[in-house]
């Protein structure tokens, strides 16, 4: 079996190294470095530069430990290249896996000519035709910029002047020095996870968001956390509020508010979305169908409207996230090598890698009103918990949601390491355990995790250490 993948991010990598492993003869066509948006503009680097400003946070914060740092500062120039070098490190882990694996990487930009062939117009300028049985198409995003927010940086793909007034995600990776202020249009996950990143780094931040709260699709008390937290730290949280105008200025960026307000800083963030990228694949000439907001349409088995065609990740309309882009890329290349199988997408773990960390998993409280499911809630604070006690990071809560058959059906959590916390509940989710099941699981002492456990035993009324007034 030959098989053909375009674009070589989570989706198509983790795909081409499975069909490889099921004895596929696979060629990955890719046009930047592989690992995608995920590995070079989006999961790693700005978890690699969190890393950082955690590790400057925690250094201002160590007398409350007893350890004295009277010369704590931080030089963003060097956090750039600490998180160039870790993707430089994965980058090549990748290439290797490739190599190890017999997948053959050709570097260029792929495009469809039939059912069956890509041609590849090589960086080095060549052409190439590959023919094979079967293709896969997993192609990306790329940010939402509508005209009115004057973004121009990229052209034809590329970053033309990372230095702009308005920008995205991709150019705020690569600055080197701090604004003194920034706009931050959308508080979604990115725009919550770098607004605080520029803060700790000096910028006086205001968050714009149109929906009535910051992670609009999460639990409304998670979102209080995160707030209460932001305004701790002197970041501008303005919700409800939609952008009418944008004017570009030599000196910075005005920004008229729907309420007639004007904001003004130094520059501006773009952060209210994503689109699915397939410009230039040529879909049109193979009959390859699209939704109305732009996804390739597939069924169950991620097959496309044209037969051995597949197609994953944030190209199709799953949640755009480098886990679910990997898992589809796994199923399709199961199926490209004649299985069935079916896309899980029943417990979606969500994580934010704020300070606090958000992590969500299933169906929200307020969902669950609104979808008139019958369901109870328990739950637990960290500030109870021994742990939490003795790292020092006291704020937040998990709040479990359970079925009236006591099925766990969502989780939130806001507060130390929840995004490594949810694994658990995202487990329970997709097995379809209940509350007391998992809460029979001996939790180990002290942990963080005991935070679920008693949140778990609190869905009963039963949790122990759960301090709850009862007159
Ligand atoms: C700032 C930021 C932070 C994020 N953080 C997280 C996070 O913490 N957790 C999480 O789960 N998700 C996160 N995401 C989302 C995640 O990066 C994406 O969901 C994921 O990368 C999608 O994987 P993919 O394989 O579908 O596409 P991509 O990773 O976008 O890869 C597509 C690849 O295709 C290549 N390509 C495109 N067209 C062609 C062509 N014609 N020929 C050859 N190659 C082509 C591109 O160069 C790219 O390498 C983040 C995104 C951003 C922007």
Do not use: W
């Amino acid at each position: 079996m030959k098989i053909t993948i375009i674009g070589a991010g989570p989706g198509g990598y983790e795909a081409a190294i499975m069909a490889a492993k099921l004895g596929a003869e696979v060629t990955i066509v890719e046009k930047k470095e592989v690992g995608g948006t995920c590995l070079n503009i989006g999961c790693i680097p700005t978890k690699a530069l969190l890393a950082s400003s955690d590790v400057l946070t925690t250094s201002l914060e160590a007398d409350k430990f007893g350890v004295f740092n009277d010369h704590t500062t931080a030089d963003l120039k060097q956090m750039i290249e600490r998180k160039d070098k870790v993707i430089s490190g994965l980058v090549k882990g990748i290439e290797f896996l490739f190599e190890s694996n017999g997948v053959n990487l050709v570097r260029g930009t792929g495009k469809l000519i039939d059912s069956k062939t890509v041609e590849v117009q090589l960086n080095d300028g060549r052409v190439e035709t590959l023919v094979s049985d079967k293709i896969l198409l997993a192609t990306g995003s790329v940010p939402v910029c509508p005209e009115m927010f004057h973004y121009d940086a990229i052209k034809n793909d590329e970053i033309k002047d990372p230095g702009k007034r308005v920008i995205t995600s991709t150019e705020a990776l690569a600055l080197t020095t701090p604004p003194k202020s920034m706009i931050v249009v959308g508080g979604g996950v990115i725009g919550c996870e770098l607004g605080q990143f520029f803060s700790r780094m000096g910028a006086q931040i205001t968050i714009v968001e149109m929906a009535d709260q910051i992670l609009s699709s999460e639990d409304e008390d998670v979102a209080k956390q995160l707030l209460r937290q932001f305004k701790r730290e002197k970041i501008k949280v303005l919700t409800a509020s939609g952008v009418a105008d944008v004017k570009v200025q030599d000196s910075g960026v005005v920004v008229t508010l729907a309420n007639g307000k004007t904001l003004e800083a130094e520059m501006m963030l773009l952060s209210i979305g994503r689109t699915s990228y397939s410009k230039g694949l040529s879909l049109e000439t193979v009959g390859i169908k699209i939704d109305p907001q732009g996804h390739i349409e597939v069924d169950d088995n991620l097959e496309t409207s044209v037969k051995g065609i597949y197609a994953v990740g944030d190209l199709i309309n799953t949640p755009f996230l480098a886990h679910v882009a990997s898992k589809e890329g796994i199923i399709a290349a199961e199926n490209m090598m004649g299985k069935a199988k079916i896309g899980l997408h029943k417990a979606i773990p969500r994580c934010v890698y704020t300070d606090p960390q958000v992590a969500a998993v299933g169906i929200t409280e307020s969902e669950a009103q609104q979808r008139g499911i019958p369901y109870k809630t328990g739950s637990y604070d960290f500030r109870a918990l021994g742990k939490a006690q003795i790292i020092g990071k006291i704020q937040g809560q998990v709040k479990i949601i359970v079925d009236d058959k006591d099925v766990i059906i969502g989780a939130s959590i806001v507060g130390p390491e929840a995004t490594d916390l949810l694994a658990e509940v995202t487990m329970a989710v997709h097995l379809g355990l209940t509350a007391e099941m998992l809460g029979d699981v001996i939790h180990p002492h002290p942990t963080l995790s005991e935070a679920i456990m008693e949140a778990l035993h609190d869905v009963h009324g039963k949790s122990i250490n759960k301090v709850s007034l009862r007159i």
